[in-house]
T-cell receptor, first 115, second 107 residues
């Protein structure tokens, strides 16, 4: 099956710093990548959709200047949480979808803790 | 808006069968996914239904009725490792997830 990697798997940072999370599709070309956030005991909430080479589309209520998304190639998307605060602490998960199939394949997730 | 409902929790015995229902009312619909998610991990793909009917994959089966806005995931011959959260997600180009059903398998 399709493999999506995410790095780092866990990060702890101080309030006010920026954190970059990478999402890579390892064995297929991901024309579209998605970024989700999941708080404890809650379901996944879509933050933004990104297509290779174009600007990301953000969901209502998600600040695009705070959560910077770059999808520079068909195998890599990055999410940068700028000026992180404790309320940004969450489980961030990316997914990738190729051209042919509707199926989204998820990365292993990044646990962000902001102190 | 999107409204996707599934039960919060279910408990069953090892070797038994459990059926997780999902009802949805969404503005668009291209298909319905079921994912399994173990605690602290990302979701893994189980099934995708586009047309009405039953799709069987080993111990797991998924059913869809588009006219009723209803799907279920059937887990047979339950094993301890099946203890996880099961997420129903409607595909309308992007995915909208239900809150998830936590299944606990007891010995």
């Amino acid at each position: 099956g399709a493999v999506v990697s995410q790095h780092p798997s866990r990060v702890i940072c101080k309030s006010g710093t920026s954190v970059k999370i990478e999402c890579r599709s390892l064995d297929f070309q991901a024309t579209t990548m998605f970024w989700y956030r999941q708080f404890p005991k809650q379901s996944l909430m879509l933050m933004a959709t990104s297509n290779e080479g174009s600007k990301a589309t953000y969901e209502q209520g998600v600040e695009k200047d705070k959560f910077l998304i770059n999808h520079a190639s068909l195998t890599l998307s990055t999410l940068t949480v700028t000026s992180a605060h404790p309320e940004d602490s969450s489980f961030y998960i990316c997914s990738a979808r190729g051209e042919v199939s509707d199926t989204q394949y998820f990365g292993p997730g990044t646990r962000l803790t902001v102190l | 808006g999107q409204n996707i409902d599934q039960p919060t929790e279910m408990t069953a015995t090892e070797g038994a069968i459990v059926q997780i229902n999902c009802t949805y009312q969404t503005s668009g619909f291209n298909g319905l996914f079921w994912y399994q998610q173990h605690a602290g991990e990302a979701p893994t793909f189980l099934s995708y239904n586009v047309l009405d009917g039953l799709e069987e994959k080993g111990r797991f089966s998924s059913f869809l009725s588009r006219s009723k806005g209803y799907s279920y995931l059937l887990l047979k011959e339950l094993q301890m490792k099946d203890s996880a959260s099961y997420l129903c997600a409607v595909n309308d180009y992007k995915l909208s997830f239900g809150a998830g059903t936590t299944v606990t398998v007891r010995a």
